[in-house]
């Protein structure tokens, strides 16, 4: 059973950079097959997918934010870590990070942490 949980500062400034970790276990981040995203979904919204991190430690991510993302990882703490940068208050959400498992289908994402909230407000 896999098991995601993200943390993070809950409020972050206008033009900051927000940082957000997303611990796994119960499975390898490294694991061939698997892909390690992060998707969010502001208030009266739906989910927007941001990017994310393979088995390899290649990334990929959504036209729209590709500019201001980036998706690292340490695998000696199986953690993965969003960074978004320049934010304004538009990227006010929860954030989530989930796993896909492409066996189930294309970009089909089986496990989600909890999420957490993000305010980015001066």
């Known amino acids: 059973q896999v098991q995601l949980q993200e943390s993070g500062p809950g409020l972050v400034k206008p033009s900051q950079t927000l940082s957000l970790t997303c611990t796994a276990s119960?499975?390898?981040?490294?694991?061939?097959?698997?892909?390690w995203s992060w998707i969010r979904q502001p208030p009266g919204k739906g989910l927007e997918w941001m990017g994310a991190?393979?088995?390899?430690?290649?990334?990929y991510y959504s036209p729209s934010l590709k500019s201001r993302t980036s998706i690292s990882r340490d695998t000696s703490k199986n953690q993965f870590t969003l960074q978004l940068s320049s934010v304004t208050p538009e990227d006010t959400a929860v954030y989530y990070c989930?796993?896909?498992?492409?066996?189930?289908?294309?970009?089909?994402?089986?496990?989600w942490g909890q999420g957490t909230q993000v305010t980015v407000s001066s």
């Open positions: 119960g499975g390898s981040i490294t694991l061939n097959s698997y892909y």
């Open positions: 989930a796993r896909v498992y492409n066996e189930l289908g294309p970009w089909a994402h089986d496990y």
């Open positions: 991190i393979f088995s390899s430690g290649s990334t």
